[in-house]
């Protein structure tokens, strides 16, 4: 079975030389499959890899659009449709200038995997532009998602392909982007688009989720080895949406966060993160980190010089990644860990590189991989789209305890996965051979499709 996963592998590269972060993506889940392959030699026959590795359909489209100047401006749209083994394709919309076929191909690989984990019926799809909504008019945002939607609304659908959001897409698009699609299609399908505001059938909840889900994955993890969040330092990178709702969870917890960042530096507070703070500079004034330092006396801010972040630099107990791909390096890996660090959580989508989850791993420091512990998002826009389809919404609470037992479902199926495959306490493995389990088997069952 090794000489079937070089194999596939190999073709794999060849056939994609030109996508390094859906090959990083593959070989990551695939490398860590030998246990588990061994026992089915069957697989190999059925080409069970091959068939998981290429999407079922790319869909590919120009968004033109008016900015406010009179100038016609020409992005690139895509959605990723990975998988529907399991329930329709479900997965985010990302804004942002890097956005091309290959991150689009890795965030739709990983999510089919990250799905399967929450155990509800969907299945994994990703999608976006490169169209960046910095500083661009509310106008002009609006005209580019309905320009969007336009091409887009031809392939979703309840029962096809629920997009939600990602980086560059919260509810403000969420909203202009329905709104074109219930326009275009004279009905209102509440459950076509997830994360949508409360006033018009979002969910209670859903904004807080990913976040709020690391941090029960979090706690899990080390309560398994005996070890308590309370009275923990943490430090979070990235301001957004889930390292603003990790950093709440963690204070609910009796953590205290330390650090934050963006993409130009990171703050530091010895009293504490002032989240209300962040939350005026991010979500309001939609400003930069630095910020925080000018009305916080003990803050110090430290910019960004190299591809490394400072924030990895700072003496930490726990540090979650919530920004991006491939922002926690080996260098970083080696900061954290020569400070102590005991335990990483991923709440973005890959943000450590293959040889940093590696080090950890081997400097015996707990890590939560992304495709667990950032599956809070995906489950509560689920529950999102359950609520649509009954007309009737749950209370927060509800949501919230809804949350809490999928993400310690979760965290049971990665260490049960590892234990059984004699990788306990590593949950990278049992993550990917828990989700690549249930899939494989719905896969088997429906035939060669």
């Known amino acids: 079975m090794e ?3 070089e194999k596939v592998l190999e073709q794999i590269k060849e056939k994609n030389n030109s996508e390094p972060e859906y090959l990083q993506a593959v070989d990551e889940v695939y490398s860590s499959l030998s246990s588990f392959l061994s026992k089915h030699p069957e697989y190999e026959k059925m080409a069970i890899l091959e068939r998981m590795a290429e999407p079922e359909r790319i869909i590919m489209f120009r968004v033109p659009w008016v900015d406010d100047n009179g100038k016609i401006i020409v ?4 959605r990723v449709q990975f998988s529907s083994l399991i329930g329709p394709y479900k997965g985010g919309l990302r804004f942002h200038p890097s956005v091309n076929l290959s991150i689009m191909k890795f965030l739709g690989f990983e999510q089919i995997f990250k799905n399967a984990l929450t155990g509800l019926p969907i299945g994994g799809a990703k999608g976006g532009s490169d169209f960046d909504p ?13 320009s969007f939607m336009t091409e ?4 979703i659908g309840a029962d096809v392909d629920v997009p939600a959001g990602d980086i560059g897409v919260g509810s403000r698009e969420i909203g202009y982007l329905f709104g074109q699609y219930k326009r275009i299609r004279d009905a209102y399908e509440g459950g076509v688009l997830t994360g949508k505001d ?6 209670l909840a859903r904004k807080e989720a990913t976040g709020y889900g690391l941090m029960f994955f979090m706690s899990e993890m080390l309560k398994e080895s005996g070890i308590s969040i309370q009275g923990k330092t943490i430090t979070i990178s990235g301001s957004g949406n889930v390292a603003i709702y990790a950093c709440e969870k963690a204070v609910q917890m009796g953590a205290k966060v330390v650090a ?11 009293d504490g993160i002032d989240l209300n703070s962040v939350k005026e500079i991010k979500e309001v004034k939609r400003g930069r980190i630095k910020e925080y330092a000018l009305t916080h006396p003990n803050a110090t801010y430290t910019e960004k010089t190299t591809q490394d972040s400072p924030i990895w630099e700072i003496k930490t107990d726990i540090a979650l990644a919530c920004a991006t791909q491939n922002e926690l390096t080996l260098n970083s890996a080696k900061a954290l860990v020569k400070n102590g660090v005991i335990a990483i959580g991923e709440g973005a989508n890959m943000p450590s590189t293959k040889d940093a989850v590696e080090y950890f791993i081997d400097n015996n420091v707990l890590f939560a991989p992304a495709k ?6 995906v489950a509560t826009s689920a529950i999102e789209m359950s609520q649509n389809s009954m007309r009737f919404y749950y209370t927060f609470d509800e949501v919230e305890k809804k949350l809490n037992q999928i993400m310690i479902n979760i965290f049971n199926e990665c260490k049960d996965a590892a234990n059984d495959y004699g990788q306990k306490g590593n949950y990278v493995i049992g993550a990917n051979i828990a989700a690549f389990r249930k899939l494989s088997q719905a896969m088997i069952c429906q035939g060669i499709v």
Do not use: T
């Open 3 to 5: 000489r079937y996963l």
């Open 152 to 155: 887009l609304y031809r392939h």
């Open 75 to 78: 992005n690139r749209g895509y």
């Open 372 to 377: 667990a512990a950032n599956a809070g998002g």
């Open 134 to 146: 910095k500083g661009k008019s509310e106008s002009e945002i609006m005209r580019f998602c309905q």
């Open 198 to 203: 409360i006033i018009y059938g979002g969910s």
């Open 260 to 270: 934050m960042s963006d993409s130009n530096g990171c703050i530091y507070d010895p």
